[in-house]
T-cell receptor, first 113, second 112 residues
C-alpha cells in the first residue's frame, strides 16, 4: 500500500491568484494522478503526472491552467492558476502501483473568493 | 454515454437490510474493477476489488458480468456505519496512463 500526504488541506484564495498543492507518497509508486471533486459530484481526472516529463491532461484541462510537476517517483505538485470561483473544489492526489487499486491523499479543499 | 454509470440514489434502508448497487461501464475491454467508499468530506478508500468469478468480503459481495458490462455490490445486514457514498471504479484497457474512471457514486443512508 501507499500513504499519501497532501498539503495544504484547505485554503481560501483570492481570484486571480495561484495555489500550488503538494503530494508526497511514502513509496516509489508507478503512477500519480490529480483529480477534482466538485460539491456533490464524483471524481474527475485532471491529468496523469509523468515523472520527468509533461503531464498527460484529460479533455477539458490544460497545462496553462493546471501545471503539474513530478520530479521523482514519490512527489508531485498541482498548481491551480489564475483562480476564479469556479475553481472552488476539492483536489485529490492519487497514486497506484501498476494495475493495483488507487490510494488517495486526504484532499485539498479550495475556496476562491 | 458516460464511461461509468451508477444510480446516484439516495438509498435509504433500515439497519439489517440487504441493499444492492449496480454499475454499468461502456468500454468492453476494461480490465480492472473496484468499489470504493467515500465518507462525507473524506477521500475515497478501497472497499474491494471485483473479480470475474465474483468475490465476497464479510457482508459485502461483488459481482462482475463482462457480457453485460455490469458490476454489482451487495451489502447484507446493513449497519449504520455503512452510510457513505459507494463509487464504482473501472480501469479501461489500453493506454499508457493506467488511469481509473470513477462513477458518480451511489449514496447509502442506513437508518436506525
Amino acid at each position: 500500500s501507499a500513504v499519501i500526504s497532501q498539503k495544504p488541506s484547505r485554503d481560501i484564495c483570492q481570484r486571480g491568484t495561484s495555489l500550488t498543492i503538494q503530494c508526497q507518497v511514502d513509496s516509489q509508486v508507478t503512477m500519480m494522478f490529480w483529480y477534482r471533486q466538485q460539491p456533490g459530484q464524483s471524481l474527475t481526472l485532471i491529468a496523469t503526472a509523468n515523472q520527468g516529463s509533461e503531464a498527460t491532461y484529460e479533455s477539458g484541462f490544460v497545462i496553462d491552467k493546471f501545471p503539474i510537476s513530478r520530479p521523482n517517483l514519490t512527489f508531485s505538485t498541482l498548481t491551480v492558476s489564475n483562480m476564479s470561483p469556479e475553481d472552488s473544489s476539492i483536489y485529490l492526489c492519487s497514486a497506484t502501483f501498476w494495475n493495483t487499486e488507487a490510494f488517495f491523499g486526504q484532499g485539498t479543499r479550495l475556496t476562491v473568493v | 454515454r458516460k464511461e461509468v454509470e451508477q444510480d446516484p440514489g439516495p438509498f435509504n434502508v433500515p439497519e439489517g437490510a440487504t441493499v444492492a448497487f449496480n454499475c454499468t461501464y461502456s468500454n468492453s475491454a476494461s480490465q480492472s474493477f473496484f468499489w470504493y467508499r467515500q465518507d462525507c468530506r473524506k477521500e475515497p478508500k478501497l472497499l474491494m476489488s471485483v473479480y470475474s468469478s465474483g468475490n465476497e468480503d464479510g457482508r459485502f459481495t461483488a459481482q462482475l458480468n463482462r457480457a453485460s458490462q455490469y458490476i454489482s455490490l451487495l451489502i447484507r445486514d446493513s449497519k449504520l456505519s455503512d452510510s457513505a457514498t459507494y463509487l464504482c471504479v473501472v480501469r479501461p484497457y489500453g493506454g499508457a496512463t493506467n488511469k481509473l474512471i470513477f462513477g458518480t457514486g451511489t449514496l447509502l443512508a442506513v437508518q436506525p
